[in-house]
Nanobody, 121 residues
Framework: QEKLVESGGGLVQPGGSLKLSCATS????????MGWFRRAPGNGRLGISC???????YHADSVKGRFTIARDIAKNMVYLQMDNLKPADTGVYYC???????????????WGQGTQVTVFS
């Protein structure tokens, strides 16, 4: 059974950093694109950073230069390094997987339960 489990969320002040991790199992990680999506209060789900099976990365304009996505094929894990965090980055961050995906705009197949990130002054 496909499983994605996020970790690493928390409370942080503006300018701080967090690293999210997503442990996956139950599917062929090598051929899946992986993505991080955010749902902020009162808003829909937004694709933040996504990485294809060939390591092509996409970042939303609002996080370019601040967030980095990476995948570890040996561990079936994907990470999101978030630096210089802003209050607008607050939300629940979800890890997702899509077979042969590219970018964040496609419909993803499998989803984790999410991890809360709160950036407060």
């Amino acid at each position: 059974q496909e499983k994605l489990v996020e970790s690493g969320g928390g409370l942080v002040q503006p300018g701080g950093s967090l690293k999210l991790s997503c442990a996956t199992s139950g599917f062929n990680f090598d051929i899946y694109a992986m993505g991080w999506f955010r749902r902020a209060p009162g808003n829909g789900r937004l694709g933040i950073s996504c990485i294809s099976s060939d390591d092509s990365a996409y970042h939303a304009d609002s996080v370019k230069g601040r967030f980095t996505i990476a995948r570890d094929i040996a561990k079936n894990m994907v990470y999101l390094q978030m630096d210089n965090l802003k209050p607008a980055d607050t939300g629940v961050y979800y890890c997702a997987a899509r077979r042969y995906g590219l970018g964040c705009l496609q419909e993803y197949d499998y989803w984790g339960q999410g991890t809360q990130v709160t950036v407060f002054s």
